[in-house]
């Protein structure tokens, strides 16, 4: 009978942590979850193109109320969207520091882009109160109701971010850039510059194409 060598099973352990290894550092570039986190990108994608659909539909339904000309501020949604596009620049150096090791750096970048991210929602926020407390509420006009809706379900989005970069600067704090972080922070990264794509949608088709009818 043939006998197994005393450190056989020490072999057989070392060849599947090795394998292990590999298959997780492949992961981090080609893993089944960016697919997944892909196919959910799209499925919102839908979801505010029905809102941008129902926009059109709305947007001249104005119930003898106030309309875009009456009630946008350009400057301000000018600058709030300068704001929101210099957040996605910040979070892409986060991912070259991600790329180049360095964690502190990261931690950096992420919170820069938390702030910029922050600084939107406040004034999102400022200007719904000024449109409210103008009597330009939701269910003033087919218009504001759509207006309201499309806005603020991407201000939602955006603070669902914020609490997001909020978690990975825990997350790398204490795993540092591991490959499930480093995973995460890519699937962010998609979902930061994917809100930044539809807010350049609605600045265009809501506020320019508002004040110029």
């Not at 809100?195 to 088709?205: A, E, N, Q």
Request: proline share 2%; net charge negative.
């Amino acid at each position: 009978m043939a006998t197994i060598a005393p450190d056989a099973s020490f072999d057989r352990d070392t060849f599947h942590l090795i394998e292990k290894e590999g298959h997780d550092h492949g992961s981090a570039h080609a893993s089944p979850v960016l697919l997944g986190f892909w196919i959910y990108l799209m499925s919102d994608a839908l979801i505010f193109a029905s809102l941008f659909a129902t926009y059109g539909v709305l947007s001249t339904s104005f119930a003898g109320g106030p309309g875009p000309r009456d009630l946008f501020d350009l400057e301000l949604v000018a600058v709030n969207t300068a704001i929101l596009l210099v957040s996605s620049i910040t979070y892409g150096f986060g991912m070259l520091a991600m790329d180049k090791g360095g964690v502190r750096a990261v931690q950096g970048w992420l919170a820069l882009t938390a702030l910029l991210g922050m600084s939107f929602v406040a004034i999102e926020l400022f200007e719904f109160g000024t449109l409210i407390a103008e009597g330009a509420t939701p269910q003033r006009s087919g218009f504001l109701s759509a207006f309201f809706t499309l806005v603020a379900t991407h201000g939602l989005h955006v603070t669902v971010g914020i609490i997001w970069i909020g978690i990975m600067l825990v997350q790398v704090g204490k795993h540092g850039l591991n490959v499930v972080n480093r995973r995460r922070l890519t699937c962010l990264s998609m979902f930061w510059h994917f809100l930044d794509v539809v807010w350049i949608g609605v600045f265009s088709f809501v506020y320019l194409l508002g004040m110029l009818r």
